[in-house]
T-cell receptor
Framework: DGGITQSPKYLFRKEGQNVTLSCEQNLNHDAMYWYRQDPGQGLRLIYYSQIVNDFQKGDIAEGYSVSREKKESFPLTVTSAQKNPTAFYLC???????????FGPGTRLTVL | GENVEQHPSTLSVQEGDSAVIKCTYSDSASNYFPWYKQELGKRPQLIID?????GEKKDQRIAVTLNKTAKHFSLHITETQPEDSAVYFCAASTTGANNLFFGTGTRLTVIP
């Protein structure tokens, strides 16, 4: 299970606050991804990055932002513009697109 | 873009019986089809994958079949055990795409 980590495991946020979720990998993977998981809805792609200093919006990018300044790091910021941020957030990385994605342990975000 | 549909959403089987989960995809250019298993509260992990140049792949009690003409692929688990209980996700991707497209998941329960 090692190689890709996320922190914190649980996060609580007040409405109107921005919060940043950490994702780090030491697998030397070029591609990294952020997914949101809600009960019964599977994995929905928020943002992805195929290479350092480049990232693209996924299906549900509104209210989120990312950066990819280093190959091993892909932090996700949940902004106050995200109307329903309570969810389980998963980060993943892969050598390339059509290859196995390795997932982090996830961060459960709760808005109070 | 690609659309992946997965059925059934829930599946209960008796221990020792077989379980089959089916997925369809829309993009005929898709050529990589992984299956992930997610146990409760844990990260998704790859259990088997298949590429479009083969029709079937087996790994002990798990097998995946691919029908490119009909654009569907299936996961077969034989001699099910209680530890097989989890949510299973199928996915599809093409070399030209930027990410995996996931199905909505199947919650498998193996009854002892």
């Amino acid at each position: 299970d090692g190689g890709i980590t996320q922190s914190p495991k649980y996060l609580f946020r007040k409405e109107g606050q921005n919060v940043t979720l950490s994702c780090e990998q030491n697998l030397n993977h070029d591609a990294m991804y952020w997914y949101r998981q809600d009960p019964g809805q599977g994995l929905r792609l928020i943002y992805y990055s195929q290479i350092v200093n480049d990232f693209q919006k996924g299906d549900i990018a509104e209210g989120y932002s990312v950066s990819r300044e280093k190959k091993e790091s892909f932090p996700l910021t949940v902004t106050s513009a995200q109307k329903n941020p309570t969810a389980f957030y998963l980060c993943a990385s892969s050598i390339g697109v059509a290859n196995e994605q390795f997932f982090g342990p996830g961060t459960r975000l709760t808005v109070l | 873009g690609e659309n992946v549909e997965q059925h059934p959403s829930t599946l209960s089987v008796q221990e020792g019986d077989s379980a089959v989960i089916k997925c369809t995809y829309s993009d005929s250019a898709s050529n990589y089809f992984p299956w992930y298993k997610q146990e409760l509260g844990k990260r998704p992990q790859l259990i088997i994958d298949i590429r479009s140049n083969v029709g079937e792949k087996k790994d002990q009690r798990i097998a995946v079949t691919l029908n490119k003409t009909a654009k569907h692929f299936s996961l077969h688990i034989t001699e099910t055990q209680p530890e097989d209980s989890a949510v299973y996700f199928c996915a599809a991707s093409t070399t030209g795409a930027n990410n995996l497209f996931f199905g909505t998941g199947t919650r498998l329960t193996v009854i002892p």
